[in-house]
């Protein structure tokens, strides 16, 4: 069982940058693939951007050029790094790991077996 907990939403400004972190606990992390999902007020959750057990990347066209996925595999911590915020971005944001082992990037929600708790992140304009 793969436990996940994110950590470093926040208020900022339009224009800004915040740092996005998931711990993982109980499974292993290096073998699998992650990703960053948001969901807005009154909408649906959307993926934001996912990364492999190599170190592949993808990206919504939304935030593609302002948002970069990482990992960490020695402190089993995947990273969102978001830059230029827009109030658009403003969602709460929830990292997710796939069931399987070694498997490719994915964007569907229904390819992640463990979720995280949610962070907040409120863009101002």
């Known amino acids: 069982q793969v436990q996940l907990v994110e950590s470093g939403g926040g208020l900022v400004q339009a224009g800004g940058s915040l740092r996005l972190s998931c711990a993982a606990s109980?499974?292993?992390?290096?073998?699998?693939?992650m990703g960053w999902f948001r969901q807005a007020p009154g909408k649906e959750r959307e993926f934001v951007a996912a990364?492999?057990?190599?170190?592949?990347?993808y990206y919504a066209d939304s935030v593609k050029g302002r948002f970069t996925i990482s990992r960490d595999n020695v402190k089993n911590t995947l990273y969102l790094q978001m830059n230029t915020l827009k109030p658009e971005d403003t969602a709460v944001y929830y990292c997710?790991?796939?069931?399987?082992?070694?498997?490719?990037?994915?964007?569907?929600?229904?390819?992640?077996?463990?979720w995280g708790q949610g962070t907040q992140v409120s863009i101002s304009s």
């Open positions: 997710a790991a796939q069931g399987g082992l070694y498997s490719g990037i994915q964007e569907r929600e229904r390819e992640y077996s463990y």
């Open positions: 109980g499974g292993t992390f290096s073998s699998r693939g």
């Open positions: 990364i492999n057990w190599i170190g592949r990347t």
